[in-house]
């Protein structure tokens, strides 16, 4: 099978299983607005993104090396396993005397009375990471996809108990998150045979140096990343000003806003578990430039047609999405939106970027990007938020990964070249700000004018998209 079908083939497998859980996972998203007011919204919010924040820290970002070293057969699996358990444990160990005390940091306030919680949230959340990973280094993507509905089936039954039943609320939330990832974790460790490829006697001090040499930089990277996303909301919460407002529920409407983009994150999930196997596997192929350059045409083409679909819709989708009829104050949430969507493309072309960086070791250099976008989104969220409000922390964000995949795209060129075309590129991103501004000065009558720009991004994408997939699917030799 060519590198092209592999890759297609791996997509269709990876969004049989994230689609239909991305899909349950927004409609939690509506449980979640319909039974928890906006100030425990960003409770919620500020606990999984914190968990997002400990789990790189205290795992040494081992999962990102249990699949770069799983997928090379220079490696044995069962000393990869083994030895990434062993240092995933330590770093547990380190958590569980170190998360009771986060509550004393101003800004975390909010999660005291959760640290218990927390600490087993993390580590179910990273045992099955750790084991799904594992279970993609081995090619098992059948059995991934398959565990990626059942959790998400799970966490929606558990929910419904501890939340819409219970109405516990966050701690719900959290009970419901904990025993789905451990269902999900041992589900995993018995079928894809997981148990043998623990052995003790299979630690390697020396492929564990190496190991932690390719994932311990990724640590500042994901933690930065995580800090990118969620930095808006702890401005948004803690700032104050005269001319709009700001607070906790401020930031909870803001969190409800970002979870229509996640409909656009569900392609570059399910792309970026495809094109990260493959961009490990065809990192030594003579044509690997040829082979980056016609993946990223169609898959920006993709997310450009998805965004403006998802911005022509923005109401209707938010209306689905966020339950306004407890809390009404949910109900201007579509209007931070499109921005944000338009960030969300960016984060996608930037996951493509990172396959690149994965592929090569180079992940130093993610760091050095992702720090550029997270001083560029901390500036702006100082200089935004007290005039414009929730819509200056979208715009920090969209123009943060704006700037991060500038820096990636021509820091790759380096030692990676490939082409691509700039002024589709431009043209593309300045008619989704054109639907952007019709959106937000428009606001119930947005429709209609969004068309026209919609209209042209569709037609510059739509026919260079099919040609590239029809190209894809046919080409008979890598």
């Known amino acids: ?20 859980s991305k899909i349950f996972a927004l409609i939690l998203n509506n449980l979640y607005t319909k039974r928890i007011d906006p100030a425990s919204f960003y409770t919620k919010s500020l606990i999984e993104t914190l968990a997002l924040f400990l789990i790189p820290v205290f795992t040494f970002s081992m999962t990102e090396a249990v699949i770069r070293f799983g997928l090379d057969d220079a490696y044995n699996k069962k000393k990869v396993f083994t030895t990434a358990t062993c240092i995933i444990a330590f770093g547990m160990a380190l958590m569980a005397a170190i998360v009771p005390f986060l509550h004393f940091i101003p800004v975390l306030r909010q999660i005291s009375g959760y640290s218990g919680l927390l600490c087993i949230y993390v580590f179910a959340s990273s045992m099955r990471a750790l084991c799904s990973q594992f279970a993609r280094s081995r090619n098992l993507v059948k059995i991934f996809s398959f565990d990626g509905i059942a959790t998400t089936v799970t966490l929606f039954i558990f929910s419904l108990i501890f939340i819409s039943y219970m109405d516990l609320g966050v701690k719900g939330f959290m009970l419901a998150t904990i025993l789905s990832d451990s269902f999900s974790a041992m589900f995993l460790f018995l079928a894809a045979s997981i148990r043998k490829y623990f052995d003790l006697r299979c630690i390697d001090r020396r492929l564990g140096e190496k190991m932690l040499r390719f994932a311990v930089p990724l640590i500042p990277t994901t933690v930065m990343w995580t800090l990118t996303g969620f930095s808006d909301q702890i401005f948004i919460s803690n700032m104050h000003s005269s001319r709009v407002q700001l607070g906790e529920a401020a930031a909870g409407i803001y969190s409800a806003a970002t979870k229509v983009p996640n409909l656009l994150s569900m392609v570059a999930t399910i792309f970026s578990m495809a094109w990260n196997m493959s961009a490990i596997t065809e990192n030594r192929s003579k044509d690997k430039h040829v082979f980056y350059s016609n993946v990223f045409d169609a898959y920006q083409s993709v997310l450009f047609l998805g965004a403006a679909g998802l911005i022509l819709l923005v109401k209707p989708v938010s209306m689905l999405l966020i339950n306004i009829n407890t809390f009404p104050e949910y109900g201007r949430a579509y209007l931070y939106t499109p921005l944000l969507i338009t960030a969300a493309v960016f984060v996608c072309l930037n996951h493509f970027e990172y396959g690149i960086y994965t592929a090569t070791k180079h992940s130093r250099n993610a760091f050095y990007t992702v720090a550029a976008a997270l001083c560029s989104n901390l500036t702006m969220n100082a200089v935004f938020i007290p005039l414009i409000g929730i819509q200056g922390a979208s715009l920090a964000t969209c ?12 820091d790759i060129q380096r030692f990676e070249p490939f082409s691509y075309s700039k002024g589709k590129l431009i043209l ?11 959106v937000i000065a428009a606001q119930e009558e947005y429709f209609l004018i969004t068309l026209i720009p919609g209209a042209v991004l569709i037609l510059l994408n739509i026919k260079p998209m099919l040609l590239m997939i029809r190209k894809l699917i046919n080409r008979k030799r890598a």
């Open 1 to 20: 099978m060519n590198k092209y079908k592999r890759l297609i083939l791996n997509i269709f497998i990876f969004a049989v299983g994230s689609f239909s």
């Open 428 to 438: 593309n991103t300045f008619l989704l700000f054109v639907m952007c501004g019709c």
């Open 399 to 410: 123009c943060s990964y704006i700037i991060c995949f500038i820096i990636r795209m021509q």
